[in-house]
T-cell receptor
Framework: SAVISQKPSRDICQRGTSLTIQCQVDSQVTMMFWYRQQPGQSLTLIATANQGSEATYESGFVIDKFPISRPNLTFSTLTVSNMSPEDSSIYLC?????????????FGPGTRLTVL | KNEVEQSPQNLTAQEGEFITINCSYSVGISALHWLQQHPGGGIVSLFMLSSGKKKHGRLIATINIQEKHSSLHITASHPRDSAVYICAVRSSGGGADGLTFGKGTHLIIQP
Protein backbone atom coordinates (compact mmCIF):
# COMPACT_ATOMS: atom_id res chain seq x y z
CA SER A 1 0.00 0.00 0.00
CA ALA A 2 0.98 3.64 -0.29
CA VAL A 3 1.74 5.64 2.84
CA ILE A 4 0.75 9.29 2.60
CA SER A 5 1.68 12.14 4.91
CA GLN A 6 0.24 15.63 4.93
CA LYS A 7 1.49 18.84 6.47
CA PRO A 8 0.17 20.62 8.40
CA SER A 9 -2.27 18.29 10.13
CA ARG A 10 -4.34 21.28 11.20
CA ASP A 11 -4.20 25.04 11.15
CA ILE A 12 -6.21 28.06 12.19
CA CYS A 13 -5.89 30.95 9.77
CA GLN A 14 -7.12 34.49 9.41
CA ARG A 15 -9.46 35.59 6.65
CA GLY A 16 -7.63 36.81 3.56
CA THR A 17 -4.47 34.80 4.09
CA SER A 18 -3.28 31.72 2.18
CA LEU A 19 -2.21 28.27 3.33
CA THR A 20 -0.18 25.68 1.44
CA ILE A 21 -0.78 22.02 2.26
CA GLN A 22 1.87 19.46 1.40
CA CYS A 23 1.29 15.83 0.44
CA GLN A 24 4.14 13.32 0.40
CA VAL A 25 3.84 9.71 -0.75
CA ASP A 26 6.34 6.97 0.05
CA SER A 27 6.33 5.61 -3.50
CA GLN A 28 5.90 6.91 -7.02
CA VAL A 29 2.25 7.14 -8.04
CA THR A 30 0.62 8.19 -11.24
CA MET A 31 -2.58 9.70 -9.96
CA MET A 32 -2.84 12.21 -7.12
CA PHE A 33 -6.05 13.92 -6.13
CA TRP A 34 -7.06 16.68 -3.75
CA TYR A 35 -10.44 16.46 -1.98
CA ARG A 36 -12.33 18.75 0.35
CA GLN A 37 -14.68 17.65 3.11
CA GLN A 38 -16.77 20.47 4.49
CA PRO A 39 -18.26 20.06 7.98
CA GLY A 40 -20.91 17.35 8.01
CA GLN A 41 -20.48 16.65 4.30
CA SER A 42 -18.90 13.93 2.25
CA LEU A 43 -15.82 14.40 0.13
CA THR A 44 -15.73 16.50 -3.00
CA LEU A 45 -12.99 16.30 -5.60
CA ILE A 46 -11.16 19.61 -6.06
CA ALA A 47 -8.68 18.62 -8.74
CA THR A 48 -6.38 16.00 -10.16
CA ALA A 49 -2.73 16.91 -9.68
CA ASN A 50 -0.84 16.16 -12.90
CA GLN A 51 2.91 15.71 -12.87
CA GLY A 52 4.61 18.16 -15.16
CA SER A 53 1.46 19.96 -16.24
CA GLU A 54 -1.39 22.04 -14.91
CA ALA A 55 -3.89 20.42 -12.58
CA THR A 56 -7.33 19.41 -13.84
CA TYR A 57 -10.02 21.16 -11.81
CA GLU A 58 -13.57 20.06 -11.14
CA SER A 59 -16.51 22.32 -11.76
CA GLY A 60 -16.69 24.99 -9.09
CA PHE A 61 -12.98 25.01 -8.34
CA VAL A 62 -10.48 27.33 -10.04
CA ILE A 63 -6.74 27.58 -10.18
CA ASP A 64 -6.59 31.10 -8.77
CA LYS A 65 -8.29 29.95 -5.58
CA PHE A 66 -6.68 26.49 -5.30
CA PRO A 67 -3.30 26.49 -7.07
CA ILE A 68 -1.72 23.04 -7.16
CA SER A 69 1.82 21.95 -7.81
CA ARG A 70 3.05 18.44 -8.68
CA PRO A 71 6.80 18.64 -9.26
CA ASN A 72 7.36 14.86 -9.19
CA LEU A 73 5.60 11.52 -8.73
CA THR A 74 5.77 11.54 -4.92
CA PHE A 75 4.85 15.09 -3.92
CA SER A 76 2.12 17.67 -4.40
CA THR A 77 0.94 20.89 -2.79
CA LEU A 78 -2.47 22.53 -2.59
CA THR A 79 -2.76 26.20 -1.71
CA VAL A 80 -5.99 27.66 -0.37
CA SER A 81 -5.79 31.33 -1.36
CA ASN A 82 -7.45 34.41 0.06
CA MET A 83 -9.25 32.30 2.63
CA SER A 84 -12.72 32.93 3.99
CA PRO A 85 -14.62 31.08 6.74
CA GLU A 86 -16.36 29.05 4.00
CA ASP A 87 -13.01 27.42 3.27
CA SER A 88 -13.00 25.78 6.70
CA SER A 89 -12.81 22.09 5.81
CA ILE A 90 -10.70 18.99 5.94
CA TYR A 91 -8.46 18.81 2.88
CA LEU A 92 -7.34 15.35 1.86
CA CYS A 93 -4.70 14.16 -0.54
CA UNK A 94 -5.38 10.83 -2.21
CA UNK A 95 -3.38 8.65 -4.55
CA UNK A 96 -4.11 5.78 -6.82
CA UNK A 97 -1.76 2.86 -6.42
CA UNK A 98 0.44 1.60 -9.20
CA UNK A 99 1.15 -1.91 -10.41
CA UNK A 100 -0.20 -4.49 -7.97
CA UNK A 101 -2.30 -1.83 -6.28
CA UNK A 102 -3.69 -0.48 -9.53
CA UNK A 103 -6.99 1.33 -9.00
CA UNK A 104 -6.68 1.08 -5.23
CA UNK A 105 -7.24 4.44 -3.58
CA UNK A 106 -5.25 5.56 -0.56
CA PHE A 107 -5.91 8.64 1.52
CA GLY A 108 -3.72 10.93 3.54
CA PRO A 109 -4.64 11.77 7.14
CA GLY A 110 -6.09 15.12 6.10
CA THR A 111 -5.46 18.74 7.00
CA ARG A 112 -8.11 20.32 9.19
CA LEU A 113 -8.37 24.01 8.31
CA THR A 114 -10.29 26.56 10.33
CA VAL A 115 -10.60 30.08 8.95
CA LEU A 116 -11.60 32.81 11.37
CA LYS B 1 -21.79 12.69 -13.61
CA ASN B 2 -22.46 9.72 -11.38
CA GLU B 3 -24.96 10.09 -8.56
CA VAL B 4 -24.17 7.96 -5.53
CA GLU B 5 -26.87 7.27 -2.96
CA GLN B 6 -26.32 5.55 0.35
CA SER B 7 -28.80 4.19 2.85
CA PRO B 8 -29.38 4.47 5.66
CA GLN B 9 -27.83 7.84 6.49
CA ASN B 10 -27.71 6.96 10.18
CA LEU B 11 -27.78 3.58 11.86
CA THR B 12 -27.65 2.69 15.55
CA ALA B 13 -27.45 -0.97 16.49
CA GLN B 14 -26.56 -3.19 19.40
CA GLU B 15 -23.28 -5.01 19.65
CA GLY B 16 -23.44 -8.35 17.83
CA GLU B 17 -26.04 -7.33 15.28
CA PHE B 18 -25.63 -7.95 11.56
CA ILE B 19 -25.25 -4.63 9.74
CA THR B 20 -26.05 -3.84 6.10
CA ILE B 21 -25.27 -0.56 4.35
CA ASN B 22 -26.44 -0.01 0.81
CA CYS B 23 -25.06 2.01 -2.09
CA SER B 24 -26.56 2.67 -5.51
CA TYR B 25 -25.13 4.64 -8.40
CA SER B 26 -26.54 6.01 -11.60
CA VAL B 27 -24.08 5.24 -14.42
CA GLY B 28 -21.57 2.55 -15.26
CA ILE B 29 -18.43 2.30 -13.18
CA SER B 30 -14.97 0.81 -13.41
CA ALA B 31 -14.61 0.42 -9.64
CA LEU B 32 -16.51 0.91 -6.39
CA HIS B 33 -14.80 1.62 -3.08
CA TRP B 34 -16.02 1.22 0.46
CA LEU B 35 -14.23 3.55 2.85
CA GLN B 36 -14.29 3.97 6.62
CA GLN B 37 -13.84 7.34 8.28
CA HIS B 38 -13.31 7.61 12.03
CA PRO B 39 -14.15 10.73 14.07
CA GLY B 40 -10.57 12.03 13.79
CA GLY B 41 -11.07 12.32 10.04
CA GLY B 42 -8.71 9.61 8.79
CA ILE B 43 -10.03 7.56 5.90
CA VAL B 44 -9.23 3.90 5.40
CA SER B 45 -10.01 1.97 2.24
CA LEU B 46 -11.91 -1.21 3.12
CA PHE B 47 -12.66 -2.68 -0.28
CA MET B 48 -12.35 -2.01 -3.95
CA LEU B 49 -14.83 -3.93 -6.10
CA SER B 50 -15.47 -4.24 -9.77
CA SER B 51 -17.58 -7.41 -9.58
CA GLY B 52 -18.75 -10.14 -7.23
CA LYS B 53 -17.94 -10.26 -3.58
CA LYS B 54 -15.01 -9.66 -1.23
CA LYS B 55 -14.55 -10.64 2.40
CA HIS B 56 -12.10 -9.35 4.97
CA GLY B 57 -12.57 -10.52 8.52
CA ARG B 58 -16.07 -9.56 9.64
CA LEU B 59 -16.64 -7.32 6.63
CA ILE B 60 -18.24 -8.45 3.39
CA ALA B 61 -18.81 -6.32 0.30
CA THR B 62 -20.90 -7.29 -2.69
CA ILE B 63 -21.67 -5.58 -5.95
CA ASN B 64 -24.30 -6.16 -8.63
CA ILE B 65 -23.15 -4.41 -11.78
CA GLN B 66 -26.43 -4.89 -13.64
CA GLU B 67 -28.45 -3.35 -10.83
CA LYS B 68 -25.81 -0.67 -10.09
CA HIS B 69 -25.90 -1.57 -6.43
CA SER B 70 -23.45 -2.56 -3.72
CA SER B 71 -23.79 -3.59 -0.10
CA LEU B 72 -21.40 -3.58 2.82
CA HIS B 73 -22.13 -6.09 5.58
CA ILE B 74 -20.65 -6.26 9.06
CA THR B 75 -21.11 -9.47 10.98
CA ALA B 76 -20.95 -9.65 14.80
CA SER B 77 -20.75 -5.85 15.03
CA HIS B 78 -18.63 -4.28 17.74
CA PRO B 79 -18.48 -0.75 19.21
CA ARG B 80 -15.12 -0.24 17.48
CA ASP B 81 -16.98 -0.54 14.15
CA SER B 82 -18.61 2.81 14.93
CA ALA B 83 -17.59 5.14 12.12
CA VAL B 84 -18.85 6.74 8.94
CA TYR B 85 -18.90 4.31 6.01
CA ILE B 86 -18.61 5.89 2.60
CA CYS B 87 -19.31 4.43 -0.82
CA ALA B 88 -17.34 5.94 -3.70
CA VAL B 89 -17.27 5.14 -7.41
CA ARG B 90 -15.08 5.77 -10.40
CA SER B 91 -17.17 6.12 -13.51
CA SER B 92 -16.24 3.99 -16.48
CA GLY B 93 -15.14 5.54 -19.74
CA GLY B 94 -11.52 6.19 -18.96
CA GLY B 95 -10.01 9.55 -18.18
CA ALA B 96 -8.22 10.69 -15.09
CA ASP B 97 -11.20 11.27 -12.85
CA GLY B 98 -11.22 11.01 -9.11
CA LEU B 99 -13.94 9.34 -7.13
CA THR B 100 -17.54 10.41 -6.64
CA PHE B 101 -18.62 9.92 -3.06
CA GLY B 102 -21.87 9.10 -1.34
CA LYS B 103 -22.80 11.14 1.70
CA GLY B 104 -21.87 8.35 4.05
CA THR B 105 -23.64 6.21 6.62
CA HIS B 106 -23.02 7.15 10.23
CA LEU B 107 -22.92 3.88 12.16
CA ILE B 108 -23.04 3.64 15.96
CA ILE B 109 -22.71 0.27 17.64
CA GLN B 110 -23.82 0.35 21.26
CA PRO B 111 -22.36 -2.10 23.78
Amino acid sequence: SAVISQKPSRDICQRGTSLTIQCQVDSQVTMMFWYRQQPGQSLTLIATANQGSEATYESGFVIDKFPISRPNLTFSTLTVSNMSPEDSSIYLCSVEGREEFYNEQFFGPGTRLTVL
Amino acid sequence: KNEVEQSPQNLTAQEGEFITINCSYSVGISALHWLQQHPGGGIVSLFMLSSGKKKHGRLIATINIQEKHSSLHITASHPRDSAVYICAVRSSGGGADGLTFGKGTHLIIQP
